[in-house]
T-cell receptor, first 112, second 116 residues
Framework: QKEVEQDPGPLSVPEGAIVSLNCTYS??????FMWYRQYSRKGPELLMY????GNKEDGRFTAQVDKSSKYISLFIRDSQPSDSATYLC????????????FGRGTSLIVHP | GAVVSQHPSRVICKSGTSVKIECRSL??????MFWYRQFPKQSLMLMAT?????????EQGVEKDKFLINHASLTLSTLTVTSAHPEDSSFYIC????????????FGQGTRLTVV
């Protein structure tokens, strides 16, 4: 079992839809959770960063962390064609190691 | 957010030659930088962790002599692919972490290496 599981998709939605992207993990020591957006042939761009459990909102994006279930989500409201990209979740432990572990990414397609 | 610049964005080289990729943190000092390799439709594969002023820590299975990493200053790390072969063709991405205590990592634009 991989430490971080993420469905690669593709996930295809119409413009304006609410998108839900998810990751599960097995390492209970993870405390820092991140979502990155990666356009084709570009480096990942940090979208959201949360510590421990709870919700965090930034514009159309909401990140949720449920540590009891080892499950994290990224919601995108009013999705736009420009949101079409691969979304990678990442997480890391506190303490000595801050090296993030990445999911394989979910490909999102928002069609007009 | 912090800016990480990676150069070149694309490079084509002949088999047997060496290629150097630069990663710079433009507006912060990065004591730690990471080098990743990414295959099409796959996640990021960590190759090595680079700490300023010390030897890089390589992940299992990554050849140290083939992928030379130098982190000579707080704003620059370089990855040199030595004696490149077609199987080294890939997308290489660097990442830098902001000062100690932060866990956010910011990525460069990536380098598409093609070995012919």
């Amino acid at each position: 079992q991989k430490e971080v599981e993420q469905d690669p998709g593709p996930l295809s939605v119409p413009e304006g839809a609410i998108v839900s992207l998810n990751c599960t993990y097995s390492n209970s020591a993870f405390q820092y959770f991140m979502w990155y957006r990666q356009y084709s042939r570009k480096g990942p761009e940090l979208l959201m960063y949360t510590y421990s459990s709870g919700n965090k909102e930034d514009g159309r994006f909401t990140a949720q962390v449920d540590k009891s279930s080892k499950y994290i989500s990224l919601f995108i409201r009013d999705s736009q064609p420009s949101d079409s990209a691969t979304y990678l979740c990442a997480m890391s432990q506190s303490g000595g190691s801050y090296i993030p572990t990445f999911g394989r990414g979910t490909s999102l397609i928002v069609h007009p | 957010g912090a800016v990480v610049s990676q150069h070149p964005s694309r490079v084509i080289c002949k088999s047997g030659t060496s290629v150097k990729i630069e990663c710079r943190s433009l507006d912060f000092q990065a004591t730690t930088m990471f080098w990743y390799r990414q295959f099409p439709k796959q996640s990021l594969m960590l190759m090595a962790t680079s700490n300023e002023g010390s030897k890089a820590t390589y992940e299992q299975g990554v050849e140290k002599d083939k992928f030379l990493i130098n982190h000579a200053s707080l704003t620059l790390s370089t990855l040199t692919v030595t004696s490149a072969h077609p199987e080294d063709s890939s997308f290489y991405i660097c990442s830098a972490r902001t000062p100690p205590g932060n866990t956010e990592a910011f990525f460069g634009q990536g380098t598409r290496l093609t070995v012919v």
